[in-house]
């Protein structure tokens, strides 16, 4: 299987926790790609997701120049999930009514889910009052206030009451907290169902798959020809120059370019390295 047919894009709004989200995808051997709010519909569709998240972010749907996107993205069939900003924005853009909330949530919170959504399937959670309830993080000013037509509520909290939604027809998801923090009780099996049962992903991304995709891919591209490399001593140019090697061999010809700012010792060290393990052709 392509590794890359089962992927995710994930629209930054800003948020201090995009990189985890994606962190937290590539855990469940599922590939992903975090692009720009701002990336026109067109590649999106171009992009051939199996799903989209839209990320949280700081800003307010209200501040003038706030992110935006086009309505036209809930129009392509794709599922959907909003995390924080996220969600605000899919209920506004979609017609529901967000407003500021009367206190300001930043930290641990408590919230009744609905254990039949898709979204919240299977999870740990606790008993309370005849509801299932969930520990989550929460950093947030601003809540939704009226779901959109067609949606429902599936979590809400004492300060919150919409504090999950889903138009499970649709498949478009929005969630106030942040599932991908470990302060969240179940948040990676909250994004597992996102993948797995709402977009349908099959597991199938891990880093030796994409060793073996990426040498697959440099070998088809260079054919028999003759490659130069140029090795700074960093992490990048190493590892981009270990992979051609693995693809090419001794096709792959390595320019050691010692710039003078590694530490003592460290660009004899580079290039004994690659020399000795890896038996490339290094000139420096």
Not at 22 to 51: D, L, M, Q, S
Not at 71 to 87: E, R
Not at 159 to 177: C, K, L, P
Not at 201 to 218: L, N, Q, R, Y
Request: net charge positive; glycine share 8%.
């Amino acid at each position: 299987m392509n590794i890359h047919s089962q992927k995710i894009i994930i629209l930054d709004f800003g948020s201090q926790y995009t990189q985890l989200i994606a962190r937290r995808i590539r855990e469940a051997k599922v590939y992903c790609e975090i692009h720009p709010y701002y990336r026109e519909t067109e590649f999106i569709t171009a992009f051939n997701a199996k799903g989209i998240i839209l990320s949280g972010g700081p800003s307010s749907v209200y501040d003038k120049g706030a992110p935006m996107i086009l309505k036209s993205i809930f129009d392509l069939g794709v599922p959907i999930l909003g995390i924080c900003y996220g969600m605000q924005l899919t209920a506004r853009l979609l017609g529901g009514r967000v407003g500021r909330s009367k206190r300001r949530e930043y930290g641990p919170a408590m919230i009744s889910v609905d254990s039949t959504s898709a979204l919240f399937k299977d999870l740990a959670t606790d008993r309370k009052n005849g509801q299932d309830v969930l520990n989550v993080w929460m950093s947030h000013g601003d809540r939704v206030e009226t779901l959109p037509d067609r949606f429902k509520s599936i979590a809400e909290s004492d300060n919150t009451r919409f504090v999950a939604m889903e138009d499970s027809r649709r498949r478009i998801y929005g969630v106030q907290f942040h599932p991908e923090v470990v302060h969240t009780h179940e948040g990676s099996k909250i994004l597992r169902n996102f993948l797995f049962r709402i977009c349908g992903c099959v597991p199938s991304w891990t880093m030796k798959s994409f060793v073996e995709t990426a040498v697959d891919g440099i070998r088809e591209k260079v054919g028999g020809a003759k490659v130069v490399c140029g090795i700074s001593g960093g992490v990048d140019s190493a590892v981009a120059a270990a992979l051609v090697h693995r693809a090419i061999g001794d096709n792959l010809a390595c320019i050691f370019v010692d710039n003078g700012v590694l530490r003592k010792n460290e660009a004899d060290k580079v290039e004994s390295t690659l020399k000795k393990s890896f038996n490339m052709n290094i000139d420096r």
